[in-house]
């Protein structure tokens, strides 16, 4: 089974905006330490882009998003999501985009975390 279910991927051109879901299924994110999101483009690694601690206060970024990607949550409602609205696309940020989160830790390392999602394709054009 898988928890987690990305969606809100799509195609822009270059400054254009998205903003990603991620809905957790038969476990919600109140159960999490932390949840992330990750992205890898054609023929590159995994890569980390954004991290939510369980209450929302502390966030991390890589340096390539910071200023125009913001993470956030909502717990509030029956479903529990993860967002990650994304401005400023630019073509290097063209990947897909995976949630992902950890029952006990928070970082940017993909080890940490202990569900993923199956991802949502980012393209990115100039």
């Known amino acids: 089974q898988v928890p987690l279910v990305e969606s809100g991927g799509g195609s822009v051109q270059a400054g254009g905006s998205l903003r990603l879901s991620c809905a957790a299924s038969g476990r919600n994110f109140s159960s999490y330490a932390s949840q992330a999101w990750f992205r890898q483009a054609p023929g590159k690694g995994r890569e980390f882009v954004a991290a939510?601690?369980?209450?929302?206060?502390?966030?991390?970024?890589a340096d390539s998003v910071k200023g125009r990607f913001a993470i956030s949550k909502d717990d509030a409602a029956n479903m529990q999501f993860l967002f990650l609205q994304m401005d400023n696309l630019q073509v290097e940020d063209t990947a897909l985009y995976y949630c992902?989160?950890?029952?006990?830790?928070?970082?940017?390392?993909?080890?940490?975390?202990?569900?993923w999602g199956q991802g949502t394709e980012v393209t990115v054009s100039s």
């Open positions: 939510i601690s369980w209450g929302g206060a502390t966030k991390y970024y």
């Open positions: 992902a989160a950890s029952i006990k830790r928070m970082g940017r390392m993909a080890a940490t975390y202990d569900h």
